[in-house]
């Protein structure tokens, strides 16, 4: 995932509640998909985008809380993600990439719904406050950031 990307997602998550991070995970996987789609002429690089998107998949299924009946639901859908992915990536067919990444994003789309009704607040507390449009870089918009300077541990 390009440098970028990596800085974007990890402002996110710093500011991120519960419902927010599992959309944030699903935001990984379907970067990581597109990625691969455009890097189908680097058989390595489509690989390691692959599997980077399938241990954030492996991520949502250890994270299942199955007291919930819907839990099961979302394993089996997983699983079959997976699955699909770690052919993918072996095999070198983008074609296989349809299915998974129409699953991963209808779901996202529906645990970003649920993210919009969650008032729990940010995860992680004692964090630096990200501000943008500051300063402005040469065709960007430069962030910058505020308050305690030990991204969320407290000493």
Do not use: C
């Not at 209808?106 to 507390?125: H, I």
């Amino acid at each position: 995932m390009e440098n970028g990307k990596t800085q974007e997602f990890a402002a996110r998550i710093a500011e991120s509640s519960r419902s927010e991070l599992t959309v944030i995970v699903y935001d990984v996987i379907l970067e990581d998909i597109k990625e691969a789609r455009e890097k189908t002429g680097d058989r390595e690089a489509f690989r390691q985008l692959l599997l980077h998107a399938n241990k954030f998949v492996n991520e949502l299924m250890i994270t299942l809380d199955f007291k919930y009946p819907l839990a099961k639901n979302l394993w089996s859908l997983y699983e079959y993600v997976s699955g699909i992915l770690a052919k993918a990536a072996f095999s070198g067919d983008a074609n296989a990439l349809d299915e998974p990444e129409e699953i991963m994003s209808r779901l996202r789309n529906s645990f970003e719904e649920v993210a919009k009704q969650d008032t729990s607040g940010p995860l992680m507390k004692n964090t630096q406050q990200i501000t943008a449009g500051l300063t402005y870089g040469k065709g960007k918009l430069d962030e910058v950031t505020t308050g305690v300077g030990n991204r969320g541990f407290l000493a």
